[in-house]
C-alpha cells in the first residue's frame, strides 16, 4: 500500500471505462448537451508528445463537463487519407490501405493507455468508403449549387511528388513533404467556389467572441478585404487595343507610375503566340510557383512589349507595358501598374529594366526626400502629384484620387478579397475520388447517386510515377446506359477531408446521409475545438466555408459556424542533439553526467552539439517515445507533467526532471492517501473540523475557475497546496464522515487530471456516485483578510484585521496597533478613502 502501482490500477480503470462506455454521448435532449473536439490525427504511425498534450487538454475538460452533468461528446477519428501513406507504401512495397490502418490500431492503443474519455463508438476514419460517400453525396450538392466548377490555371507543381500542392503546403518556394524547388504548371482542375462566402466569412468573425483574437486576425489577413479602384489605362499601338485595366489599393501614386505589367495569360498575350522570345519568356515564368512567398523571392523577370500605356491623371506621361512573371491572372485583372518608389517588388523590377523612378510620397512634407535601395512604403503626404500633392498619405489621398478618377469616367472603385477559390484537385491515389466522369466529348457528368460511393481500385504495389489512377484502366472506363465514360483520376485534396469530420461524428453511423437534421440541431456547434495554432488558418477557413455552402440555398440545414469556442495549444519542445559529423541524434542516443556536456553512447568519448530547443519533429530527432514514458511513469504522471509546466496555450519544454517530479508527486498523493485510509479505518473522532470545509471549499472554487479558464497548470499547483494542507490537517480530530465527504470532494476535483488514480482512490472509500462538488458561498470567504494602509498614497503596512470591518473600527485598530500606531502618531487626519476589504488612504 506504501507504493502506488500504476500498471495494475490504469489497466483495470482503462478497462472499466472501455466496457462501460462512460463517456458515450447519446442524444438527449432532456440535458445540457457538450461538444468537445480536437483536431483529429494522421496516422502516421505512432502518437507522439504533441498528441499527448492536445488529447490531454480536451479530456480534462471533457470529464470535467461530464462530471458537472453535462451530456458530453467526446469522439475520435483519423484523417487518413494523404500523400504520406502513398510515399510509404511506395517505398515499403505495399498498399496504403495497409499502411493506414495498421498505423490506425498502433495510435489508437496508445492513446487508450492515456485514459482518455473518449467515445470510441463513434470512430471514424476519413479512408473509409463509409465516410468518403457521403463526402462525395457533398460535393455533388455543392455542383449542383454551383459551387464546384473546373476551370484551366496555374498551380503549384511539385515535379518529385509529382502531384499540385495548396499554397500552405509550399514552405520557402519548395514543397513541404518532398522539399523540391515548386513549378507553375497549368492544369485543368476542380474549384470550389469560397471566394463567393468571403465577405459572410470575414463578418462572422465578428461572432466569434470564443476564439483567440490572433486567430481571427490570421484569418481576416487571409482573406484580405481591400478597397481600391479598378483603372483604365489608355494604350498606343499598332495593334487594336484601346485599353488596359487594372485594380490597384494606390491610385494615389498614380503619379510615381512607370511601367505596365502583364500576366503571360493576359488576352494580350494572344498578339505574342508566335513570338519565339515571349513563348521561351513564358517557359521561365513556369519555374516561379503561385504563392505569395515563391513570387515575392523569385528574380524579377519581364518581356517587354511594343504597347505604350499613358497615364490616366497625366496623358504625357507614357510608359513601357511589360509581361511579368510576378503577376498572375487571378488577381485583380491580371494586370498592375508599376510605382517603383513606393512598392519594393516594383522597385527591383525598374533597376533591373532601367525604368524611371519617380517618389511621390514624402514622410515630411517640408524636407527633401530620395529613393535609393528600399521602396519607402509608408505614411506621409503627396508629392510630385501636381493637383493631388499636399494630401495626407493614405487617408486623404486615396479617397479623393478615387473620386478624381470618378468623376472624369477614369475609374471605378471596387472592392476586392485576397482569398482565391480552393484548388481541391490532387494528383495522387491515396485520396476521395471525385464522383465526376467525362463522356466522349470530354463533357463532364455527375456519377448517379446510386453508384456511389466511387471507391479506388485496389492497387497492390504503387510502383508508376504520378497519380496511379490514370493507369488503372479497367477501374477509369466504364459504360453507363449504353455511353462509354471516363472517371476523373483526380482526388479531393486531404483539406476536404478534415472540413466536415465534426458533422459526421453527430451521425457516424448514419448509412444514409452524412448526418441527421435532428442530432446536428442538439449538438452544433462545437462547444470547445482543440488545436494547434498551425492549423489556424485554412484548416478552420475550409471548414467554416463548408458548412457556409451546406446551408447556402439549404431551408433545413442554417449553422454558418462550426466551432463555438476555439483553444490553441502550444508545442511540445525539446532540444535537438547533433553528433561531429552534423548527423541528428535522438535523446535516446545521448547521455550527460552533469547535464552540461553530452556524449554519444555507442561513442562515450565523443562529445554531443547540444541545438536550441525546438518542437519536436521526427526530422530532427528530438522526439520522446510517449509509450516508454507511459509504461514506466503511467498516464496519470504524464497527463500531471504535460499540463503542469506552462499554461497550455504556450509551448511546454520536455524535461526529464519534471516527468519524474509528477511521476514522485503522485507518490506523495498515494502516501497521503494510505494515511487517510487509515484515519478512517480507526478513526473514534466526533469533531467537526471547520477548517477542511473551508479549505475544500476554497479549492473547489480555484479548480473550478482555472478549468473555465485553461489555467491547468495552476491547478497542479492548486493540487500541490491540497497535499501540503492535507498532510498536516489529517493529524488532526475530525469525525469519520466529515473528512470522508470533504476528501471525496477532493478526490472529484483530480479526477479530469489523474483519472486512474482518482477512481482508484474512490473506490477504497466506497463512493462510486460522483458529481462535481458545489461550491458554498459563505465558505469563500476568509475570517481574516490583509487590509493596505496607505498614508498620503504611499503604502506603508499591511494589517489584518476581520472581513467586511467598517472604517472607524478598522482607524481604532491602526492606532492601537503597535506595528501601525506610530504612521498616526501626532499627525492631524484631513481626510481618509477608504475602500472596502482592500485599503485605506489617509491624508496627513
Same mark, same amino acid.
Given at each position: 500500500?506504501?507504493?502506488?502501482?500504476?500498471?495494475?490500477?490504469?489497466?483495470?480503470?482503462?478497462?472499466?471505462?472501455?466496457?462501460?462506455?462512460?463517456?458515450?454521448?447519446?442524444?438527449?435532449?432532456?440535458?445540457?448537451?457538450?461538444?468537445?473536439?480536437?483536431?483529429?490525427?494522421?496516422?502516421?504511425?505512432?502518437?507522439?508528445?504533441?498528441?499527448?498534450?492536445?488529447?490531454?487538454?480536451?479530456?480534462?475538460?471533457?470529464?470535467?463537463?461530464?462530471?458537472?452533468?453535462?451530456?458530453?461528446?467526446?469522439?475520435?477519428?483519423?484523417?487518413?487519407?494523404?500523400?504520406?501513406?502513398?510515399?510509404?507504401?511506395?517505398?515499403?512495397?505495399?498498399?496504403?490501405?495497409?499502411?493506414?490502418?495498421?498505423?490506425?490500431?498502433?495510435?489508437?492503443?496508445?492513446?487508450?493507455?492515456?485514459?482518455?474519455?473518449?467515445?470510441?463508438?463513434?470512430?471514424?476514419?476519413?479512408?473509409?468508403? #463509409?465516410?468518403?460517400?457521403?463526402?462525395?453525396?457533398?460535393?455533388?450538392?455543392?455542383?449542383?449549387?454551383?459551387?464546384?466548377?473546373?476551370?484551366?490555371?496555374?498551380?503549384?507543381?511539385?515535379?518529385?511528388?509529382?502531384?499540385?500542392?495548396?499554397?500552405?503546403?509550399?514552405?520557402?518556394?519548395?514543397?513541404?513533404?518532398?522539399?523540391?524547388?515548386?513549378?507553375?504548371?497549368?492544369?485543368?482542375?476542380? @474549384?470550389?467556389?469560397?471566394?463567393?462566402?468571403?465577405?459572410?466569412?470575414?463578418?462572422?468573425?465578428?461572432?466569434?467572441?470564443?476564439?483567440?483574437?490572433?486567430?481571427?486576425?490570421?484569418?481576416?489577413?487571409?482573406?484580405?478585404?481591400?478597397?481600391?479602384?479598378?483603372?483604365?489605362?489608355?494604350?498606343?499601338?499598332?495593334?487594336?487595343?484601346?485599353?488596359?485595366?487594372?485594380?490597384?489599393?494606390?491610385?494615389?501614386?498614380?503619379?510615381?507610375?512607370?511601367?505596365?505589367?502583364?500576366?503571360?495569360?493576359?488576352?494580350?498575350?494572344?498578339?505574342?503566340?508566335?513570338?519565339?522570345?515571349?513563348?521561351?519568356?513564358?517557359?521561365?515564368?513556369?519555374?516561379?510557383?503561385?504563392?505569395?512567398?515563391?513570387?515575392?523571392?523569385?528574380?524579377?523577370?519581364?518581356?517587354?512589349?511594343?504597347?505604350?500605356?499613358?497615364?490616366?491623371?497625366?496623358?504625357?506621361?507614357?510608359?513601357?507595358?511589360? &509581361?511579368?512573371?510576378?503577376?498572375?491572372?487571378?488577381?485583380?485583372?491580371?494586370?498592375?501598374?508599376?510605382?517603383?518608389?513606393?512598392?519594393?517588388?516594383?522597385?527591383?523590377?525598374?533597376?533591373?529594366?532601367?525604368?524611371?523612378?519617380?517618389?511621390?510620397?514624402?514622410?515630411?512634407?517640408?524636407?527633401?526626400?530620395?529613393?535609393?535601395?528600399?521602396?519607402?512604403?509608408?505614411?506621409?503626404?503627396?508629392?510630385?502629384?501636381?493637383?493631388?500633392?499636399?494630401?495626407?498619405?493614405?487617408?486623404?489621398?486615396?479617397?479623393?484620387?478615387?473620386?478624381?478618377?470618378?468623376?472624369?469616367?477614369?475609374?471605378?472603385?471596387?472592392?476586392?478579397?485576397?482569398?482565391?477559390?480552393?484548388?481541391?484537385?490532387?494528383?495522387?491515389?491515396?485520396?476521395?475520388?471525385?464522383?465526376?466522369?467525362?463522356?466522349?466529348?470530354?463533357?463532364?457528368?455527375?456519377?448517379?447517386?446510386?453508384?456511389?460511393?466511387?471507391?479506388?481500385?485496389?492497387?497492390?504495389?504503387?510502383?508508376?510515377?504520378?497519380?496511379?489512377?490514370?493507369?488503372?484502366?479497367?477501374?477509369? +472506363?466504364?459504360?453507363?446506359?449504353?455511353?462509354?465514360?471516363?472517371?476523373?483520376?483526380?482526388?479531393?485534396?486531404?483539406?476536404?477531408?478534415?472540413?466536415?469530420?465534426?458533422?459526421? &461524428?453527430?451521425?457516424?453511423?448514419?448509412? #444514409?446521409?452524412?448526418?441527421?437534421?435532428?442530432?446536428?440541431?442538439?449538438?452544433?456547434?462545437?462547444?470547445?475545438?482543440?488545436?494547434?495554432?498551425?492549423?489556424?488558418?485554412?484548416?478552420?477557413?475550409?471548414?467554416?466555408? @463548408?458548412?457556409?455552402?451546406?446551408?447556402?440555398?439549404?431551408?433545413?440545414?442554417?449553422?454558418?459556424?462550426?466551432?463555438?469556442?476555439?483553444?490553441?495549444?502550444?508545442?511540445?519542445? +525539446?532540444?535537438?542533439?547533433?553528433?561531429?559529423?552534423?548527423?541528428?541524434?535522438?535523446?535516446?542516443?545521448?547521455?550527460?553526467?552533469?547535464?552540461?556536456?553530452?556524449?554519444?553512447?555507442?561513442?562515450?568519448?565523443?562529445?554531443?552539439?547540444?541545438?536550441?530547443?525546438?518542437?519536436?519533429?521526427?526530422?530532427?530527432?528530438?522526439?520522446?517515445?510517449?509509450?516508454?514514458?507511459?509504461?514506466?511513469?503511467?498516464?496519470?504522471?504524464?497527463?500531471? &507533467?504535460?499540463?503542469?509546466?506552462?499554461?497550455?496555450?504556450?509551448?511546454?519544454?520536455?524535461?526529464?526532471?519534471?516527468?519524474?517530479?509528477?511521476?514522485?508527486?503522485?507518490?506523495?498523493?498515494?502516501?497521503? +492517501?494510505?494515511?487517510?485510509?487509515?484515519?478512517?479505518?480507526?478513526?473514534?473522532?466526533?469533531?467537526?473540523?471547520?477548517?477542511?470545509?473551508?479549505?475544500?471549499?476554497?479549492?473547489?472554487?480555484?479548480?473550478?475557475?482555472?478549468?473555465?479558464?485553461?489555467?491547468?497548470?495552476?491547478?497542479?499547483?492548486?493540487?500541490?497546496?491540497?497535499?501540503?494542507?492535507?498532510?498536516?490537517?489529517?493529524?488532526?480530530?475530525?469525525?469519520?464522515? @466529515?473528512?470522508?465527504?470533504?476528501?471525496?470532494?477532493?478526490?472529484?476535483?483530480?479526477?479530469? &487530471?489523474?483519472?486512474?488514480?482518482? #477512481?482508484?482512490?474512490?473506490?477504497?472509500?466506497?463512493?462510486?456516485?460522483?458529481?462535481?462538488?458545489?461550491?458554498?458561498?459563505?465558505?469563500?470567504?476568509?475570517?481574516?483578510?490583509?487590509?493596505?494602509?496607505?498614508?498620503?498614497?504611499?503604502?506603508?503596512?499591511?494589517?489584518?484585521?476581520?472581513?467586511?470591518?467598517?472604517?472607524?473600527?478598522?482607524?481604532?485598530?491602526?492606532?492601537?496597533?503597535?506595528?501601525?500606531?506610530?504612521?498616526?502618531?501626532?499627525?492631524?487626519?484631513?481626510?481618509?478613502?477608504?475602500?472596502?476589504?482592500?485599503?485605506?488612504?489617509?491624508?496627513?
Amino acid at each position: 500500500m506504501d507504493r502506488y502501482n500504476f500498471k495494475t490500477v490504469e489497466k483495470k480503470w482503462q478497462s472499466f471505462w472501455d466496457k462501460n462506455k462512460t463517456f458515450a454521448a447519446q442524444l438527449d435532449k432532456s440535458k445540457k448537451k457538450f461538444y468537445c473536439l480536437e483536431m483529429f490525427p494522421y496516422p502516421s504511425g505512432k502518437i507522439h508528445m504533441g498528441h499527448v498534450r492536445n488529447y490531454t487538454i480536451g479530456d480534462v475538460l471533457a470529464r470535467f463537463k461530464a462530471l458537472q452533468g453535462f451530456n458530453v461528446l467526446h469522439p475520435m477519428g483519423w484523417d487518413s487519407f494523404g500523400m504520406p501513406a502513398e510515399n510509404a507504401a511506395r517505398q515499403n512495397n505495399l498498399d496504403p490501405k495497409t499502411w493506414t490502418e495498421s498505423n490506425i490500431e498502433t495510435m489508437k492503443s496508445q492513446l487508450k493507455k492515456l485514459g482518455l474519455s473518449i467515445d470510441w463508438s463513434r470512430e471514424i476514419s476519413t479512408c473509409s468508403s #463509409n465516410y468518403y460517400q457521403h463526402q462525395q453525396e457533398f460535393f455533388l450538392e455543392l455542383y449542383d449549387k454551383g459551387l464546384v466548377y473546373r476551370k484551366e490555371n496555374y498551380v503549384n507543381w511539385d515535379p518529385i511528388d509529382e502531384t499540385v500542392l495548396a499554397n500552405e503546403q509550399v514552405i520557402d518556394g519548395k514543397g513541404w513533404r518532398s522539399g523540391a524547388t515548386v513549378e507553375r504548371k497549368k492544369l485543368n482542375q476542380w @474549384f470550389f467556389n469560397i471566394s463567393k462566402f468571403s465577405e459572410d466569412l470575414l463578418k462572422g468573425l465578428d461572432t466569434l467572441t470564443n476564439w483567440p483574437n490572433k486567430v481571427k486576425v490570421m484569418q481576416k489577413n487571409w482573406i484580405g478585404k481591400s478597397f481600391g479602384c479598378e483603372v483604365e489605362f489608355k494604350i498606343e499601338s499598332e495593334k487594336p487595343v484601346d485599353s488596359i485595366k487594372c485594380y490597384t489599393t494606390r491610385p494615389d501614386t498614380l503619379f510615381g507610375f512607370s511601367f505596365l505589367a502583364l500576366s503571360v495569360d493576359h488576352p494580350l498575350s494572344k498578339f505574342y503566340e508566335q513570338d519565339e522570345k515571349f513563348q521561351s519568356f513564358k517557359k521561365e515564368c513556369s519555374k516561379t510557383g503561385t504563392t505569395e512567398e515563391s513570387i515575392a523571392s523569385a528574380d524579377k523577370l519581364g518581356f517587354k512589349t511594343d504597347l505604350v500605356a499613358i497615364n490616366p491623371l497625366d496623358e504625357t506621361i507614357k510608359v513601357p507595358v511589360f &509581361f511579368a512573371n510576378f503577376v498572375l491572372m487571378d488577381y485583380g485583372l491580371g494586370a498592375v501598374f508599376g510605382c517603383p518608389a513606393h512598392d519594393q517588388r516594383d522597385l527591383d523590377f525598374a533597376k533591373k529594366y532601367n525604368l524611371k523612378i519617380t517618389p511621390v510620397v514624402k514622410p515630411d512634407k517640408d524636407k527633401d526626400f530620395e529613393i535609393n535601395n528600399e521602396a519607402y512604403t509608408g505614411d506621409g503626404y503627396l508629392y510630385n502629384s501636381k493637383f493631388l500633392d499636399g494630401l495626407k498619405v493614405p487617408n486623404e489621398s486615396i479617397i479623393k484620387t478615387i473620386e478624381f478618377l470618378e468623376k472624369n469616367n477614369l475609374g471605378q472603385k471596387k472592392t476586392n478579397y485576397r482569398l482565391k477559390d480552393w484548388g481541391i484537385s490532387r494528383q495522387r491515389y491515396w485520396g476521395c475520388p471525385i464522383p465526376i466522369a467525362y463522356d466522349e466529348n470530354d463533357q463532364p457528368i455527375k456519377i448517379p447517386t446510386d453508384m456511389l460511393p466511387v471507391k479506388l481500385p485496389k492497387i497492390e504495389k504503387l510502383e508508376t510515377t504520378g497519380n496511379p489512377l490514370d493507369n488503372a484502366e479497367k477501374w477509369k +472506363h466504364f459504360t453507363l446506359d449504353g455511353k462509354k465514360y471516363r472517371r476523373e483520376t483526380d482526388t479531393l485534396d486531404t483539406f476536404v477531408d478534415s472540413s466536415w469530420y465534426f458533422l459526421r &461524428f453527430c451521425s457516424s453511423k448514419n448509412a #444514409n446521409h452524412g448526418f441527421t437534421q435532428e442530432e446536428v440541431d442538439y449538438w452544433m456547434p462545437v462547444d470547445q475545438y482543440i488545436g494547434g495554432v498551425e492549423h489556424a488558418i485554412l484548416h478552420l477557413l475550409y471548414s467554416r466555408f @463548408f458548412m457556409q455552402a451546406l446551408s447556402y440555398q439549404n431551408e433545413k440545414f442554417n449553422l454558418k459556424e462550426p466551432f463555438d469556442g476555439l483553444f490553441t495549444q502550444g508545442m511540445v519542445c +525539446h532540444e535537438t542533439y547533433k553528433d561531429q559529423k552534423n548527423n541528428w541524434l535522438s535523446p535516446e542516443e545521448v547521455f550527460s553526467k552533469d547535464t552540461k556536456n553530452f556524449y554519444k553512447k555507442t561513442n562515450p568519448l565523443e562529445k554531443i552539439i547540444v541545438g536550441p530547443i525546438e518542437s519536436m519533429s521526427k526530422s530532427k530527432k528530438n522526439t520522446v517515445d510517449p509509450q516508454n514514458i507511459i509504461e514506466n511513469y503511467g498516464a496519470d504522471s504524464v497527463r500531471l &507533467f504535460i499540463l503542469s509546466d506552462s499554461p497550455p496555450e504556450r509551448d511546454v519544454q520536455w524535461s526529464d526532471q519534471g516527468m519524474m517530479a509528477s511521476y514522485k508527486f503522485l507518490q506523495k498523493l498515494w502516501v497521503l +492517501h494510505s494515511r487517510i485510509l487509515k484515519k478512517i479505518d480507526t478513526n473514534k473522532s466526533d469533531t467537526h473540523n471547520e477548517r477542511l470545509t473551508k479549505f475544500t471549499n476554497q479549492l473547489i472554487y480555484k479548480i473550478t475557475h482555472n478549468l473555465e479558464k485553461f489555467h491547468y497548470n495552476v491547478i497542479v499547483a492548486n493540487l500541490h497546496e491540497m497535499y501540503n494542507f492535507l498532510i498536516k490537517e489529517i493529524e488532526n480530530p475530525v469525525k469519520t464522515s @466529515f473528512l470522508v465527504e470533504n476528501y471525496k470532494k477532493i478526490l472529484i476535483s483530480m479526477m479530469p &487530471f489523474i483519472p486512474h488514480f482518482a #477512481n482508484e482512490c474512490l473506490e477504497d472509500i466506497n463512493q462510486d456516485k460522483v458529481k462535481w462538488p458545489i461550491v458554498m458561498a459563505e465558505e469563500l470567504e476568509e475570517e481574516n483578510i490583509n487590509f493596505v494602509i496607505q498614508i498620503n498614497g504611499k503604502k506603508k503596512a499591511l494589517l489584518k484585521v476581520k472581513n467586511n470591518i467598517d472604517e472607524k473600527t478598522l482607524l481604532k485598530q491602526i492606532e492601537e496597533n503597535k506595528d501601525t500606531e506610530k504612521l498616526l502618531k501626532d499627525q492631524k487626519v484631513k481626510k481618509t478613502i477608504f475602500v472596502s476589504n482592500r485599503l485605506i488612504n489617509i491624508i496627513i
